[in-house]
């Protein structure tokens, strides 16, 4: 489980990335806002702790840019100001959770959690007008569905999953066809190409970018 902490306290930043690496989580930190986009748009996290008053850009611009860069990775806010009407804006604005400090270290942990229990219930995926529905396997564009095979749902589907991060080819490998070794072959990239031209080739669009040398992101781009 990889998180990013933010927040402009250095030994706070210390003491939680220590409580949470002994909790068996990686942590990589930011002391504000532009530098916390930065490391989201470079690598793959899977929550982020995010506080509200940072210099620059504060919590809400941030969640906001990200959620504006389809950057769908959970949030909770962990911050000071424990106002009724900030916490509904922390929540109304994208957030998944709020917490005051000072906190508990083991509630923390129990948040994460269930905040990533919740968010692989979720049913329904979108990036720009596409939409995935988690139940009934099925993908559409701009109301339109799409058809696809298995492999490709699934590919696209892991792409979702990820959205506005580049997602690497072992990656892909790996969890669509189950390879944790490079097999010697193109498979990715004719899946790439066929995916393409059920998703992208058909509309103004395109939604499916190579990252030269890196793998594939799937964002809805201006």
Request: charged content about 30%.
């Amino acid at each position: 489980m990889r998180i990013l902490i933010v927040d402009d306290d250095p030994k706070y930043r210390a003491f939680v990335s220590r409580g949470l690496e002994e909790s068996g989580m990686f942590c990589s930190t930011a002391p504000d806002g532009e530098s916390a986009l930065d490391a989201l748009g470079r690598e793959r996290f899977d929550i982020v702790l995010l506080d509200v008053m940072l210099p620059g850009l504060q919590g809400w611009d941030v969640i906001e840019a990200m959620r504006a860069r389809d950057i769908d990775v959970p949030v909770i806010f962990v911050t000071a100001r424990d106002a009724v009407d900030e916490r509904v804006r922390g929540l109304r604005m994208g957030g998944d959770d709020y917490i005051v400090k000072p906190f508990a270290f083991a509630e923390l942990v129990a948040r994460i959690h269930v905040v990533l229990r919740h968010r692989r219930t979720r049913t329904k995926l979108s990036v720009g007008d596409l939409g995935l529905d988690l139940v009934k396997g099925v993908a559409t564009r701009a109301g339109t569905e799409l058809s696809l095979t298995r492999t490709e749902y699934a590919l696209l589907r892991c792409l979702a999953d990820h959205a506005g991060e580049t997602v690497g080819r072992s990656q892909l490998l790996q969890t669509v066809w189950g390879f944790d070794f490079d097999p010697g072959t193109n498979v990715v990239e004719v899946h790439i190409r066929r995916l393409r031209r059920k998703v992208d080739e058909p509309f103004e669009t395109s939604l499916i970018h190579t990252e030269r040398g890196a793998g594939y992101v799937l964002e809805a781009r201006a």
